[in-house]
């Protein structure tokens, strides 16, 4: 059984829908901690009313990567039993850019959902981002947490149409709808093993 940590800064509804689907899909892991760098995060209600531990580690103040800060995620982790051996870490809305030493100390048990179709569009506002471009198509990704911003081995991906009329609002609704789908399917793919790293490309086994 894996161990799952979900970092979240807000609203959490990526993490409600991984909770909500860890036991309706019957996926192996234990949902041990929620972690919010935000005291006020909407998520870390709806996680104590789901049953789900949570912990907050305030970021306010700490800009830019900050490995003093992660050594302090790193030290909630180890009390709640996520060790590089046995854990899976998963961002989920978590705002803020972590430090080489902890990807390094997590390696390829660190994921991300992307509000967009990498390696376009990384970053912030995505979705703004897509709507101003002119894309005709966009869409979400999950993958692995590497050292660069959004840059890591791609484990799912799903596509959504951007209408012409899109604003940031309506296009971001649809592509969170698809989110909900494809975090929990790439958990569930970690948690049984069936994802493979070769040449920096994630491949299903
Ligand atoms: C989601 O749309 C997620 O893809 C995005 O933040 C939102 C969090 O919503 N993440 C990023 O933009 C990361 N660069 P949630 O708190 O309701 O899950």
């Given at each position: 059984?894996?161990n799952l940590?979900?970092?979240?800064?807000?609203r959490g509804?990526?993490m409600?829908?991984i909770?909500?689907?860890?036991?309706?899909?019957?996926?192996?892991a234990?949902?041990?901690?929620?972690?919010?760098?935000?005291?006020?995060a909407i998520?870390?209600e709806i996680?104590?009313?789901?049953?789900v531990?949570t912990?907050v580690?305030?970021s306010q103040?700490?800009?830019?990567?900050?490995?003093?800060y992660?050594?302090?995620?790193?030290?909630?982790l180890?009390?709640?039993?996520v060790?590089?051996?046995?854990?899976?870490?998963?961002?989920?809305g978590?705002m803020?850019i972590?430090?080489?030493?902890f990807?390094?100390?997590y390696k390829d048990?660190?994921?991300n959902?992307?509000?967009?179709?990498?390696?376009?569009?990384?970053?912030?506002?995505a979705?703004?981002?897509a709507?101003?471009?002119?894309v005709?198509?966009?869409?979400?990704?999950?993958?692995f947490?590497d050292?660069?911003?959004?840059?890591?081995s791609?484990?799912l991906?799903?596509v959504?149409?951007?209408?012409?009329?899109?604003?940031?609002?309506t296009?971001?609704?649809?592509?969170?709808r698809?989110?909900?789908?494809?975090?929990?399917?790439?958990?569930?793919?970690f948690?049984?093993?069936?994802?493979?790293?070769?040449?920096r490309?994630?491949?299903?086994?």
């Amino acid at each position: 059984m894996i161990n799952l940590a979900i970092l979240i800064s807000g609203r959490g509804s990526n993490m409600k829908a991984i909770l909500k689907s860890l036991k309706k899909d019957k996926i192996p892991a234990n949902p041990v901690v929620v972690i919010s760098n935000k005291p006020m995060a909407i998520g870390l209600e709806i996680a104590q009313k789901m049953g789900v531990r949570t912990e907050v580690i305030d970021s306010q103040g700490i800009k830019g990567q900050s490995w003093e800060y992660d050594k302090k995620i790193i030290t909630v982790l180890e009390k709640y039993n996520v060790t590089p051996e046995n854990g899976l870490i998963c961002l989920a809305g978590f705002m803020r850019i972590i430090s080489p030493e902890f990807v390094n100390r997590y390696k390829d048990r660190i994921m991300n959902i992307h509000p967009a179709l990498l390696p376009s569009f990384p970053g912030i506002h995505a979705q703004q981002q897509a709507v101003e471009y002119g894309v005709k198509y966009s869409g979400c990704t999950v993958h692995f947490v590497d050292v660069g911003i959004d840059t890591g081995s791609i484990i799912l991906q799903s596509v959504v149409k951007v209408k012409d009329n899109d604003t940031e609002k309506t296009l971001s609704e649809r592509i969170l709808r698809e989110e909900h789908k494809i975090y929990p399917r790439a958990i569930r793919l970690f948690c049984e093993n069936k994802i493979r790293i070769k040449d920096r490309k994630a491949f299903r086994v």
